[in-house]
């Protein structure tokens, strides 16, 4: 292993251990269940949360690295239950870096529902762009799982699914924002839930919701200043 391999492999160690944090902090796992990995970039592995392991015994050197096949390439634990899911995922879209797996209260009820959630609020439509979609049904174990969340994502601008019948799966450019889409989503649905329960929701223009996503995903937040002209 090269040295730049090695400190990669650190960094991105420390990185999901400690995002697996904010899975905790806001409330989006219970017990053991859940996951974060993220994508080892410029080599076919990845760094993924062993299988069955207290969240407050987490630490990078328990983090495990598996290339794209499943396969564990370094690490004393068995990786996720999960983990040919994210494999398959990363194998499938380049664009991904991290892929976050969760069972959250609220969400999880609409994939309990088969039910996507519909695009109701500014905030959804900033982050997701839209509807956030239901996929299929698959057992947990194979690349069943990883299949049904390309095909349901591909093409769409969401970063979450509900998986029916089982919970989120998000992704993004790097892990961090795979959480963030995870937090997000869970904010979403319970909204969603509670909206339902107060009545029909207004609905939105599909102009405003492409607007909303635009300027969120382009304008709003910090932006690295411009070159000078020389």
């Given at each position: 292993?090269?040295?730049?391999?090695?400190?990669?492999?650190?960094?991105?160690?420390e990185s999901v251990a400690r995002l697996h944090g904010e899975l905790t902090r806001y409330g989006l796992v219970a017990w053991t269940s859940g996951n974060v990995s993220a994508r080892v970039p410029g080599h076919d592995l990845m760094v993924i949360k062993p299988s069955g392991v207290d969240y407050d015994d987490l630490a990078p050197e328990n983090m495990v690295v598996c290339d794209l096949d499943g396969l564990v390439v370094e690490g004393d634990h068995a990786p996720s239950s999960d983990t040919a899911a994210h494999a398959y995922v990363y194998r499938a879209m380049p664009e991904v870096g991290g892929v976050v797996h969760t069972h959250s209260g609220y969400a999880t009820a609409w994939?309990?529902?088969?039910?996507?959630?519909?695009?109701?609020?500014?905030?959804?439509?900033?982050?997701?762009?839209?509807?956030?979609?239901?996929?299929?049904?698959?057992?947990?174990?194979?690349?069943d799982i990883g299949k049904g969340i390309v095909a349901t994502l591909a093409g769409h601008r969401s970063p979450a699914v509900l998986?029916?019948?089982h919970g989120v799966f998000t992704?993004?450019?790097?892990?961090?924002?795979?959480?963030?889409?995870?937090?997000?989503c869970e904010d979403v649905a319970r909204t969603a839930h509670l909206t339902r329960a107060l009545g029909e929701p207004l609905p939105m223009a599909a102009a405003d919701i492409d607007a909303l996503y635009e300027r969120y995903q382009n304008v709003y937040g910090q932006r690295s200043p411009s070159p000078a002209s020389p």
């Open positions: 292993m090269s040295a730049e391999l090695g400190q990669q492999l650190r960094g991105l160690r994939a309990a529902r088969g039910e996507s959630i519909p695009c109701h609020l500014t905030a959804q439509a900033d982050e997701f762009g839209g509807e956030i979609p239901i996929g299929p049904f698959a057992l947990i174990g194979g690349d998986m029916r019948n992704i993004g450019r790097d892990a961090r924002a795979a959480v963030k889409a995870a937090v997000m």
